[in-house]
């Protein structure tokens, strides 16, 4: 079970390593005096903020102990000063999945009122996610929003169906979309990195994971930091290659069948609502090259 947990690289003693050298000592209420021959905290400081002994959280950063009882990993993320979405992660990878098969893929199908529900979201940009952030399926405004240089029907086809994450690093149209991509390739990164933790026995994650990081130096360069956040809402600036600036919001709700849905909408009676409906009625096959 071990070496599973190696390959999907959600290695406790990895990520309490890193949490660890990224806190000051004057965060924590620590004095300092002298050179400190690590960033960060020692791991005896951590042992002392948390109430375990130095040996056993030796033992769980340097990957000798796989895993530690709840209240203890609670305690070492308050040392370290976690936020919640952090927390969450390090319970998840620091504690022992009682039955990996329950983890199991589902087998990405969309229940009837799923799909009543996309085709009824004609004013906003909506997709169906699987947890890998796989596009099962798109209303045509979100397609013509991120990817009208794709065939629309692609996401019926399993073998072919794009990944959001794959397309945002790996796709030259998608990364030219965002007006500040270097933070929407973070905000990528951290979100599989927060699923991750759910999904420790999924090979499909693991193989998603390594193909981004052979095919992607900036996404390898990111996947190593092991910064964790859960991002469902918030706003984009996206430059359109058809109808120009977009500042749209977006949110997240988990459906029934399991998946995410995923939707984009503008500020009432903004330019930016007004540019977004000029995708619904200008499709003449809008393609980038």
């Known amino acids: 079970m071990r070496r599973v947990e190696q390959i999907v690289n959600t290695d406790l003693g990895s990520y309490l390593r890193q949490m ?5 000592p ?3 209420g620590l004095r300092t005096s002298g050179s400190r021959r690590v960033p960060g905290l020692r791991r005896e400081e ?3 903020l948390a109430g375990v002994s130095q040996t056993y959280y030796t033992r769980l950063e340097q990957s000798q102990t796989a895993h530690a009882s709840p209240q203890v990993l609670l305690s070492i993320a308050r040392a ?5 979405d952090e927390q969450d992660y390090l319970l998840k990878i620091g504690t022992a999945v009682q039955n990996p098969q329950q983890q199991a893929p589902q087998d990405d199908q969309l229940s009837p009122s799923t799909k009543m529900l996309m085709a009824s979201l004609g004013n906003v940009a909506a997709a169906v996610l699987n947890y890998r952030c796989d596009i099962l ?4 405004l979100y397609h013509r929003l991120f990817a009208p240089h794709l065939d629309f029907d692609v996401t019926e086809d399993a073998e072919l169906r794009p990944n959001i994450i794959k397309m945002n690093f790996l796709d030259e149209d998608v990364r ?4 500040d991509w270097a933070t929407e390739s973070e905000s990528n990164v951290t979100y599989l990195r927060f699923i991750s933790g759910n999904h420790r ?16 130096a900036e996404f390898a360069a990111l996947w190593c930091r092991q910064r964790v956040a859960n991002c469902i809402e918030g706003t984009k600036l996206f430059s359109h290659p058809a109808v120009g600036e977009l500042e749209l919001m977006y949110q997240s709700a988990d459906l029934q069948d399991g998946n995410i849905l995923k939707f984009y909408h503008a500020e009432p009676d903004s330019p930016h609502e007004a540019a977004l409906q000029l995708l619904t009625v200008d499709l003449n096959s809008v393609h980038r090259h």
């Open 176 to 179: 030219t979309l965002y007006a």
């Open 26 to 28: 004057e965060q924590r």
């Open 201 to 216: 026995h999924d090979p499909r994650l693991a193989a998603l994971i390594g193909e981004l990081t052979i095919q992607s």
């Open 137 to 140: 399926a798109w209303n045509s």
């Open 20 to 24: 660890r050298e990224r806190v000051r």
């Open 80 to 84: 370290l000063d976690l936020g919640p």
């Open 46 to 48: 951590v042992a002392a």
